[in-house]
């Protein structure tokens, strides 16, 4: 236990006499939060709507009012056909049309399902996605309302005429994604490293030679980013509540939880490649790219997931950012509890089990 | 005592180690002396149970470096060839942290590295990686102390190290051979022999000679001749081309010849001096291990 | 500027921070002269070297190197000298030719002429058969020897040696030294150092330098005679036994 302590004690000498190291690690997520919080401003307001409503009965007006009593919503007019919607599009005086189906009431009661279609303009593609997926949340909504209070289930189909980018697209929806990033680079990029220095300056020679036993080494290497991983996740979740004005709709608790669960997942990986790999040049670009590429262009922080080809689909599920980013989602945008997650708690605890396992069957006791 | 038995070690094709066997007695200093790439790092590095070696063995005080290395590692005080310690830590806080590794305190074993460890200790707070050479290996050499090892290994301790820093290293080596403990030395310089018990002279994974210094500068037989004349290198091309001279190479400011036993001084110093070298003085010497070296590599 | 002195250089001082590494040297070399520059670790060695190879700039003092000054021409410099050490000479991972090749398009010469040089060279050395070997497949000892060819390949007025011998066996430490002998009746100097006192024997010059000062400097022999010692060796520990200074 003593050497265990002595040797985290060292661990943490190395980070903190590594002055712009530790200024990179612990500014970057401030950095980054501020970055795609303010600078990359997703957000859409003042949204000039019309509507053409040819059923005019009491549900479109309820999902009408609705939308006008958004924030993000301008409500212009009531047109009355397809001639006119296009018109203003093409003149770029309004952003987006909702258009209700004939007999939209009766259609709900009868046949438990009505259309409703999203016109957006479709010249700023992102714009319109943003504006598209609004629209879709407060129909989702007022969808949920209406479950609770009936015991039939009604399904409004909604026809978005640009299908492009489903997700629900906003500032803060980037903190999960930063939150993943940021855990990621720190356990697994950093711990790596730091083995594989040790390995690199010619210690772990030392090392190998000492009683020490390697596992003890490779623990107390992780216990330091673990702790930075702490620090950095609460100036993640104190930035986008008290910046970015996201509260944390579900559990704290979970979300801490969850998080934690990640950071190990990380630390195994770290720790993976430090046992497969002998210089920091190597431990760098498999982390770069292995883990952070993947982990930016396939965990749908950037790109929707539902958006990509098949084949990345696939991939991206063995991408560990996807699950933690899309858990943290749900607990922390989305507000939903522990029962919502439990395919991506097991998915992460699966590849937490696979990790260390595949670790420990490579940890050495000698020079390779 | 060390007991080596076959050891074999391969790279790829290169070998390193050619099925070395030789023995090391309790409380001797051994030294492996050859040039870089002979084997010698490879050699410590199993002997210090963090290589395993392809074929054979090596027992160390009767516990085998390849099964039972975790009892080897508590009696053993390795120095790897580069210095090994954190560069970002103090002089201070990289003994200290060794100290705890083997579960020990600076304290305990205090008395052992006391005569190195005083000289750096005015710098006690100065991190590693500002200290040169001497001081280096001094820290280093504290640090494979610390847990008062029975069994010291040494690679190359003293390469880059200058004429001064060598010796009193040699010294401290000594005074620890004093204390009991055996060591394990390997350098590339020759004239560190002489400091030496025993020896093993080392050449492409093999030992090419093991014995005391003296022995094997006993066993030499050339004939061996010193001389020096006014152009040291004019003379080094015309010694060479004297029918009865076998070799000839620079000595500091000698050149050591091997010559056929019939050749008398006389007559080369007669030869030198048609040559034109009105100063020459040509004496019969003792070889030094480094002479006797290059004998044992020149004919295989 | 004398025409005989390649290498010139008065009160050449080297301050980091409060520690002088390099204390006011003044010395010169001559054209063709083999000169050890010896000193224990820490001595000051290494930062005059980089300071007359034009890679570090000196605090004050003065000097010229190959006939330029070292504070204004070092860029002139660098194409007149060449450089070896023990640590990096080579491209391990390219092919004898291509090492050959590579440090003479540095120094820009022309191709036609490195062609030549280049068979020349292997066949002197001969290597001819390891034309296509990668470097680091070659054993220490040609690495070595290699090197300094290559080092020299531009025929540089100036080669400086960082001990260029470490580690190498005894014999070839020996036909390495020889190599610099030939060197130097080509009229290239050779500026060396080394922790072997043998080799300091082999130098028609040698300083001392303790603590950032040149404490000594002649001929071995007189040198040996003046501190009434046997051997270089002995002449070295006499010396550097009077530091003082804190290894840096």
Known sequence: MKQFLAFVKKEFYHILRDGRTMLILLGMPIVQILLFGFAINMEVQNIRTVIFDPAQDAITTQISRRIAANRYFNMNKYVSSFDEINRLLQQGEIDVAIVYEQNFNENLIHTKKAQLQIITDASNPNTGTIVANYVMAIIGDYQKEMLRTNSIPYQINIENKLLYNPEMRSAYTFVPGIMGLVLLVICAIMTSISIVREKERGTMEVLLASPLKSWTVLISKTIPYLTLSFVNLITILLLSVYILNVPIQGSLVLLIFISVLFIFLALSLGLLISTAVDTQVVAVLISGI????????????????ENMPLPLQWASSIVPARWYISAVKKVMIEGLGVAHIIKELSVIIGMIIFLIGASIANIKNRLA | MILVKNLH?????????????????????????GPDGSGKTSLFRILASVLLPNSGSAEMNGLSVSKDFKKIRNIIGYMPGRFSLYQDLSVEENLKFFATIFSTTIEENYHL??????QIEPFKKRRAGALSGGMKQKLALSCALIHKPEVLILDEPTTGVDPVSRKEFWDMLKRLKSEGITILVSTAYMDEAGLCDRIALMREGNFIATDTPQNIINSYNETLLAVQTENMSASLSDLRNHPKVKTCFAFGNQHHITVHADLSISDLQHYLNEKGYSTVEIKAIEPTVEDCFMALTNNP | MNENKVIEVSKLTKKFGNFTAVDHISFDVRKGEIFGFLGANGAGKTTAMQMLCGISKPTSGKGTVAGFDILKENEKIKHNIGYMSQKFSLYEDLKVWENIRLFGGIYGMKENEINEKTDELLYRLKFEKERDTMVKSLPLGWKQKLAFSVAIFHTPQIVFLDEPTGGVDPAMRRQFWEMIYEASDQGITVFVTTHYMDEAEYCNRVSIMVDGRIDALDTPINLKEMYLAQSMDEVFRKLARKATRVEN
């Open chain 1, 290 to 305: 292995g883990l952070m590429m993947p982990a930016l262009i396939l965990s749908g922080m950037i790109f929707p997931i």
């Open chain 2, 113 to 118: 590295i006391k005569d190195i460890y005083q």
């Open chain 2, 9 to 33: 070690k391969t790279y790829g094709k290169v070998t390193a180690l050619n099925n070395l066997s030789f023995t090391v007695n309790d409380g001797e200093i051994f030294g492996v002396i």
